[in-house]
């Protein structure tokens, strides 16, 4: 079984500063990691994904996220916010074999302030 | 090429009524995914089609059903519609239903 856990429902940043969106997955097997953008009444877009391959994974916009094992973490990062980045996140995980469904947390909505 | 497309964008339906929404997965891809999102939480599971055989479903009850179509494209029916199936519900294509599912815009359904 999967699980996720995503720290703080809302975090509040300025426009130009780090931004740091937490992530700690449970999984019985090898995982595969996602993160999730959803900007309100939408549909989610994918940010980026972690597939066993490298463990510092880039994605759109700026974004990147690392895989820690012994942490069990997969934190979303950015080192200068914009504007635009105010948005719901996601991350999910899933199996890495067989049948994979997506397993979501509850959501960090990023807040960006001028 | 185009995303995954979905229809209707918005549903307003009566409790006891049943409903049916559409997707189109990206060119392609053969698999079909669908998700519940009630507001303020994560998308739910609800089942995911493969070649048009259900590969796995989720916690979700007999009145939720869905099909595959031989264009890939899926439909998710819902019968005796309940106020708490009020939702976004979100339609996701993959290549083989491994690896990232690209979603679609969603279906809002609103049950009076």
């Known amino acids: 079984a999967q699980s996720v856990t995503q720290l703080g429902s809302h975090v509040s940043v300025s426009e130009g500063a780090l931004v740091l969106l937490r992530c700690n997955y449970s999984s019985s097997v090898p995982p595969y990691l996602f993160w999730y953008v959803q900007y309100p009444n939408q549909g989610l877009q994918l940010l980026l994904k972690y597939t066993s391959a490298a463990t510092l994974v880039k994605g759109i916009n700026g974004f990147e996220a690392e895989f820690k094992k012994s942490e069990t973490s997969f934190h979303l990062t950015k080192p200068s916010a914009h504007m635009s980045d105010a948005a719901e996140y996601f991350c999910?995980?899933?199996?890495?074999?067989?049948?994979?469904?997506?397993?979501f947390g509850t959501g960090t909505r990023l807040l960006v302030s001028p | 090429d185009a995303g995954v497309t979905q229809s209707p964008t918005h549903l307003i339906k009566t409790r006891g009524q049943h409903v049916t929404l559409r997707c189109s997965p990206i060119?392609?891809?053969?698999?079909v995914s669908w998700y519940q999102q009630v507001l303020g939480q994560g998308p739910q599971f609800i089942f995911q089609y493969y070649e048009k055989e259900e590969r796995g479903r989720g916690n979700f009850p007999d009145r939720f059903s869905a099909r595959q179509f031989p264009n890939y494209s899926s439909e998710l029916n819902v019968n005796a519609l309940l106020l708490g199936d009020s939702a976004l519900y979100l339609c996701a294509s993959s290549l083989d239903g491994q690896g990232a599912q690209y979603f679609g815009p969603g279906t809002r359904l609103t049950v009076l």
């Open positions: 060119s392609g891809h053969k698999s």
């Open positions: 999910a995980v899933s199996a890495n074999t067989g049948f994979q469904k997506l397993v």
